[in-house]
């Protein structure tokens, strides 16, 4: 699905991203943590086309995305959201979804993802008249609109109380049911990411330090170290 080989990032002397490889399986739901400035909402963005790697490459369904902006990766199936939201204030709901349902191949999904993630009696409402916790479930819905091959979450429940968490969880895993895509999904609620992921992938100062299934890499002394800390690993 999609493949990252030897991805790396440099901002002048600073290496934001070291020789990331991977591959995220379709309809594979892949976790991304690790410490603050770890280089994670690089990589996405490294991935959506916003930043262009040093070097590496990177291919979705075999298509090399090497040249190809943000808006020619989404169309090629490639959509996010954002760690700080970026929906369309003065648009209303529907309209919204209805930007990247046009932009896109178009799909019955999101009526049933309006639904899901608690949209429709919003669907007239601008979108800056929605709670915090409803524009983020806005930022996944459309772009489901967009019928992704993969959809990146950056931090998609920042900001959420348990419950709301809890609920979007439970919307996540209806989409990796009934879309046919992938999710990767970066966020520092831990409960979150455990709970939702088949894979999670963790990098340290740009590079990647450990891959497994949740309970793999709870076990890697390294993750330990940098990123669960010593009650978590103990538990462990």
């Not at 991977?22 to 086309?49: H, Q, Y």
């Not at 209806?174 to 999904?185: E, K, P």
Request: proline content about 4%; charged content about 20%; some cysteine.
């Amino acid at each position: 699905m999609l493949e990252l080989s030897g991805v790396s990032k440099s901002f002048g002397g600073v290496h934001a991203v070291r020789d990331v490889s991977f591959v995220l399986d379709a309809r594979e739901v892949r976790g991304l943590i690790g410490p603050n400035g770890a280089g994670k909402s690089t990589l996405v963005n490294l991935i959506s086309g916003l930043l262009v790697p040093t070097s590496g490459s990177m291919t979705l369904n075999g298509t090399s995305l090497t040249g190809k902006s943000a808006h020619q990766r989404a169309r090629l199936g490639i959509a996010r959201t954002f760690q700080n939201l970026r929906v369309f204030p003065s648009l209303s709901v529907e309209q919204n979804i209805d930007v990247a349902r046009y932009a896109g191949s178009g799909t019955a999904l999101p009526e049933a993802a309006i639904e899901e993630f608690g949209l429709r009696d919003k669907l007239t409402l601008p979108a800056n008249a929605l709670s915090y916790g409803d524009q983020r479930r806005l930022e996944i819905v459309r772009g489901l609109a967009l019928k992704p091959k993969v959809l990146m979450l950056d931090e998609p429940a920042a900001g959420m109380n348990e419950e709301e968490t809890d609920a979007l969880g439970r919307a996540l895993k209806w989409v990796q049911r009934a879309a046919d895509c992938a999710l990767f999904v970066i966020d520092h609620d831990l409960k979150f990411i455990m709970t939702l992921c088949d894979r999670i992938t963790v990098l340290d100062m740009g590079a990647i330090i450990a891959e497994g299934s949740p309970q793999d890499i709870t076990k890697y002394p390294k993750v330990i170290n940098a990123y669960l800390g010593e009650e978590v690993g103990a538990e462990a």
